[in-house]
Every structure is written in C-alpha cells, then in structure tokens.
C-alpha cells in the first residue's frame, strides 16, 4: 500500500519524506488555505521538488471550461502533479479530456461506488472515496472501500487506483490495506501515529534498561577477523 501524506504543510512534508516512507502528497482547498500560502502554484511546485511520487493539486473552478484551463495550468508544474477535480459531470469531462492528454488525475469526494465506476471509466489515475466524512454521517466510511476494490477487480481494463481519503486512524489504514486498496492518503499525525504500541514502548525500556547493565558500547568494539 502506498502512503500519501494529506497535507499542504512543507515542513511536515520534509519530515516525512525524510523518513523514505512517503510515497506522495494529496492537497485539497481546504489545507491550502490552513497553509498560509499566498500562491498555490509555488507551493505545488515546492512540495514537487521534495516529492517524487504523485502530487495532488484540485482546481478552484467547478465549470468544465475553467477547471480543464486551471488543471492544464497546473499539470505544467511539474511531471508528477495528479490534478485532482470534483467527482461531477464537469469533473468526469475534464478527467477524461487531461487522462486523454497523458496528465494524472484524481478524482475527489467520492461517497458511492457508482462515482468511482464513474470515475474510472473517465480514465481517472486515482480516486478518492472519503471514509471519514462518511463515518461522520454515521454510514460505514470502510464498507465503501470495500465496494470500489470489489468492483474494480472484477474489470482489469480499470487502471484506476483507490485512494483511500478523509482517514482518521490506523483503522481505517489497515482495513483498507487488508481490502487491497492501492493508496491511503493521512494526515502526517496519523502516518506518525501508524509506528506506535505501548508494547513497543515497554519493551524498548526495558532492552535499554537490561543493555546498560552489560557496560558494553557497540561501536567501541572491533570487528572479529575471520576466514
Ligand atoms: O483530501 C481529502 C481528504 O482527505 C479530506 O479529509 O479529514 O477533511 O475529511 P477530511
């Protein structure tokens, strides 16, 4: 599975691709706006330069004429930009005219799974089915992912790949990861937060604590010479 960081936040970007374990950025409106950023487009650009893997950047415009301008616009930052545009009729023509042109696309606030049929016929690179919007609303935001992976395996012509979106907790990861979902997009407190167990902890105290009672120090130490 891969790991996307949801994020617009730089430095939070930095910390994790240190790590080797991100595999992508997904940006949405909302974030941009929580960045501070006064233009997106340096911002996109920013994160491209950290990131190799897909970047998510959503259009503004919700009519099809502006959109398809605004997503070519941003395609041209940089090879691995993913537009990312509203799951509407609008949002599926423009997916279809940029999938056409070779530019990724992922398609957004996906809540069924008659969109995301929709959305990989339009030749979508991913989608984005939101789990906890939906888990808010007191449906099932996993039974979704459930659906989209069951149907998409049943037709190999479909490329498209599920972005697992809107993730609260490793739950939400690890269900989606046992139902083969290709990507889960988290905040980076919950990618963090994926590492931890309190027998982790426990367990690393008390190695800590029985290794210093040996005295030793690893590097202090020659190698052996032998064979
Ligand atoms: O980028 C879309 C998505 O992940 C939104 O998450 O937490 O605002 O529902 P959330």
Redesign the pocket.
């Given at each position: 599975m891969k790991f996307f960081a949801?994020t617009a936040d730089i430095a939070e970007i930095r910390d994790l691709a240190a790590t080797g374990l991100l595999d992508g950025v997904?940006?949405?409106p909302?974030?941009v706006a929580k960045s501070g950023r006064s233009s997106f487009v340096e911002l996109i650009a920013d994160i491209c330069e950290v990131v190799d893997g897909p970047v998510s950047a959503e259009v503004a415009a919700i009519d099809f004429e502006t959109m398809l301008k605004e997503g070519r616009h941003l395609a041209q930052i940089a090879p691995n930009v993913a537009v990312k545009v509203p799951l509407t009729p609008a949002g599926l023509k423009v997916c279809r005219t940029l999938a056409n042109e070779g530019t990724m696309v992922n398609v957004?606030l996906c809540f069924s799974a008659a969109q995301a049929i929709l959305a990989a016929k339009a030749g979508a690179a991913f989608v984005?089915p939101?789990v906890?919007?939906l888990d808010d609303i007191g449906q099932n935001g996993l039974n979704l992912i459930a659906e989209i992976v069951e149907i998409y395996n049943q037709y190999p012509a479909f490329t498209t790949e599920v972005l697992v979106?809107?993730?609260?907790n490793p739950i939400h990861v690890v269900e989606s990861a046992r139902m083969g979902a290709h990507v889960a997009?988290m905040?980076p407190a919950v990618i963090r937060s994926l590492a931890n167990h309190p027998l982790t902890d426990k367990g690393l105290s008390q190695f800590v604590a029985d290794w210093q009672k040996t005295g030793q120090d690893i590097l202090s130490q020659e190698l052996p010479k032998r064979g």
């Open positions: 949801d997904t940006t949405n909302s974030l957004t984005s939101f906890g919007r979106a809107s993730v609260r997009t905040p």
